[in-house]
């Protein structure tokens, strides 16, 4: 074991031929026995601080650090480039785990169980019967971030902004601003059903 690795400094046990005693203990007079001598505080810190500083140093010489960002694997799915969640397939092509509830197909969220069939929680202000978004609360309780535009007091959705400064997925329709679902191919439920009830 090299003397100036941290294993050694840690946990050596000294041999009576390396003189440790010898070095630390003053010599006895008449039939006083040998008296310790603990060294300065600064001389072990500055010691225990060199013996770490070449264990880096041969660590750094051997084992270069990774530059590379870890491997992720793709879905196997022909033509998907998603991330693989679980058995080789991303979420949408059923990797990740499901919902117990019967007939239902979606990923669970809490308790083994999607948003709708219960795996959620309940916000934690006393006498609330809200969903917890965010930090164990609610939406009217602080469980969400502020909308960035400056003098704005509303909840910010997708983009850091609230919908009435820009936030969150709209219709990709022109000229329409309704709110846009993933479900409607990322278009209103006006465009995406024919509907003119919502106008």
């Known amino acids: ?53 070449v264990e880096f140093r041969h660590v750094c010489r051997t084992k270069p650090m990774a530059t590379s960002q870890p491997h992720r694997h793709k879905c196997t799915v022909s033509g998907c480039t998603t991330a693989s969640v679980s058995k080789g397939l991303c979420v949408r092509h059923g990797g990740g785990t499901r919902c117990l509830e019967p007939g239902c197909t979606k990923r669970t969220k809490r308790f083994q169980r999607c948003y709708m069939h219960g795996g959620f929680l309940m916000c934690s202000e006393r006498g609330c019967t809200s969903k917890a978004k965010r930090f164990g609360r609610c939406w009217a309780h602080g469980g969400g971030i502020a909308c960035s535009e400056e003098g704005c007091g509303k909840l910010s959705v997708k983009g850091g902004l609230c ?37």
């Open 1 to 53: 074991m090299r003397r100036s690795s941290i294993t050694f400094l840690l946990n050596h046990e000294p041999s009576q031929d390396e003189g440790t005693a010898a070095r630390w203990c003053k010599p006895a007079q008449g039939n006083t026995p040998p008296r310790v001598v603990n060294p300065d505080p600064w001389k072990l810190e500055s010691a225990v601080q060199e013996l770490i500083s």
């Open 163 to 199: 919908w009435t400064h820009g936030g969150g997925c709209r219709c990709n329709v022109d000229q329409c601003g309704r709110r846009a679902y993933k479900r409607f191919g990322f278009r209103c439920q006006v465009h995406a059903t024919g509907s003119s009830q919502f106008e």
